[in-house]
């Protein structure tokens, strides 16, 4: 079967050229037969260098929203559609035309949409086969993993524009790659290629590039599938601990695994698992 219609976006109609064009720009795709569960969000503003534009944003928020509830979705994927490109930040252009006062807000719902994405229940891939900055690597940052091709391209290089990280980069770099590393990177608004990320543990496996330059997108379908077959209410609740955790001391960290651990203990999925264990085959969860 072909790509699912995006969610929550309209059938493209003809004739109405830039209602199908800004539709586009973020393609929807739910996997069907063995990868059943897997949403790929692509991105896809080729003449923009996939940058967060207006239109970008509000496509975005509305299917993460639209996500966010829908039961099925096991894992989402993010990549771009665009080869070369994951996504190149903010859009400049469209930046340039807007009043001082209208900057602020804008940035803030990049933000808010970053969060988002940061805050859906079910495991997050970002895979970055091409050049992510700013922005684009701050959409990166709010995923749970990061796989790169070795070519790829990342770094906040918001200082060198005389502005500062604004969708959440000056928080989660420090998070994922210790302060010290995360200033000097900030700082001096470096750019890492795949290798370089790799070893500063910005992203969790570098790839080489193949023919199609998808080699990121590849491997985060392989992780995708690894998480499949886990019980679903067991992956968004294993999620949430691990989030709320890391940002309190480790006493009130361990309350909240307690917590988290108690909402499993009543589905039907725990005994599926443990009748699967004794009878030696495959459990098969539906998430209650």
Known sequence: PGPAPAVGAPAPRRGYGSEVKSEDELRVRQLDEENRGIVVLGINRAYGRNSLSKNLIKTLSKTVDALKSDKKVRTIIIRSEVPGIFCAGADLKERAKMHSSE??????KIRAVINDIANLPVPTIAAIDGLALGGGLELALACDIRVAA???KMGLVETKLA????????????RAIGMSLAKELIFSARVLDGEEAKAVGLVSHVLEQNQEGDAAYRKALDLA???????PIAMRVAKLAINQGMEVDLITGLAIEEACYAQTIPTKDRLEGLLAFKEKRLPRYKGE
């Open 103 to 108: 900057v602020g807000p804008f940035v803030s």
């Open 225 to 231: 599938r690894e998480f499949l077959p886990q019980g």
């Open 163 to 174: 502005i500062i990280p604004g969708g959440g980069g000056t928080q989660r770099l420090p």
């Open 150 to 152: 070795s070519s790829a």
